[in-house]
């Protein structure tokens, strides 16, 4: 984690990690004690008291506004950029000319990658299952074939002359629960050359340990404080059911994991990792590129 995620101040971080550590054990009421008692100096104590009252069970790309407003401030904007320009190298050095981005999201790593690389594939494919964002992203890009679905779906009926050079996914593998992303990374493994893939490397905590809840609380508030005027905007629409959706099993939206994870996901997966490199230090945790061959 990088020095940033330290300066969320230490006793406001322990009281909304003592709501969290509350809310993944389905104690509810005890949990707004606690954000009731951060919540005038706390983003997502606020988001998360709301979320609770309304009773909201969203998905966290319910409302894309709210994360097309995260991906564009705070830290994220030196993080996409680090990103765009990895990816417009690694055109540059591999030559596709034929591609693929699996969860591209409205383009935001996709379109300024392909903008700075001097190699242009002729054929980019997209799998996006946000109907907002694939419209906007269909608009904003021309595109040799878009599939408005999940990565599991694509994967499922991938046909024996569906090939790419190059596929590549940006945070959005970590959308899919392992039992269903692994199958669906084997099944395209057959049909790629190569497989970039952008996550973060998480800490690893102990399950249900205080550590992890105070991590996570820290974390996620300074998201939300990096996020300027969006901030309450950005707690309320995306980090709020993010959070709940990673505490409470039923309904996440997220599966992260430390690198090493996703470098032994990719293996079992029918994938040789070829390079892990780091791309830039974000406050929730550094990303790295993971650069695989079948
Ligand atoms: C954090 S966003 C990343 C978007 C984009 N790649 C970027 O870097 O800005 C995660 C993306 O994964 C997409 N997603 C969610 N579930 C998915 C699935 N089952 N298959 C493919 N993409 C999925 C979301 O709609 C969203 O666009």
Do not use: C
Request: glycine residues 6%; charged residues 20%.
């Amino acid at each position: 984690m990088s020095g940033n995620a330290k300066a969320v101040d230490v006793t406001h971080a322990r009281g909304l990690g003592l709501a969290l550590a509350a809310l993944a054990k389905g104690r509810e009421d005890d949990a707004m004690v606690a954000l009731t008692a951060t919540r005038q100096r706390s983003f997502m104590a606020r988001a998360l008291l709301l979320s609770l009252a309304e009773r909201q069970d969203a998905n966290a790309y319910d409302a894309p506004r709210a994360f097309e407003a995260f991906i564009r401030g705070g830290g994220n904007i030196a993080l996409y950029s680090a990103m765009s320009d990895m990816l417009a190298r690694v055109y540059d050095r591999y030559r596709p000319a034929r591609m693929i981005d699996i969860g591209t999201g409205d383009g935001l790593a996709l379109v300024p990658a392909l903008a700075a690389a001097s190699h242009r594939p002729r054929e980019v494919d997209v799998v996006e299952p946000n109907e907002t964002m694939f419209t906007k992203l269909a608009a904003r890009l021309p595109l040799h074939a878009g599939y408005h679905q999940g990565f599991e779906a694509f994967a499922e009926n991938l046909g024996a002359d569906d090939r790419w050079e190059l596929a590549q996914s940006t945070f959005a593998l970590q959308s899919i629960p392992p039992h269903a992303r692994m199958p669906a990374l084997t099944q395209l493994a057959s049909h790629v050359d190569r497989l970039v893939i952008v996550e973060f490397d998480i800490p690893m905590f102990a399950e249900g340990s205080i550590d992890l809840y105070e991590s996570l609380a820290r974390r996620y508030e300074l998201a939300a404080t990096e996020q300027g005027e969006h901030a309450e905007l950005v707690a309320s629409g995306f980090l709020a059911p993010m959070l709940l959706g990673q505490l409470r099993a039923q309904s996440p939206s997220n599966w992260e994991q430390p690198a090493a994870a996703w470098v032994d996901e990719l293996l079992a997966s029918g994938f040789q990792v070829v390079e892990v490199e780091h791309v830039h230090d974000y406050s929730w945790a550094p990303a790295v590129r993971i650069m695989a061959v079948p």
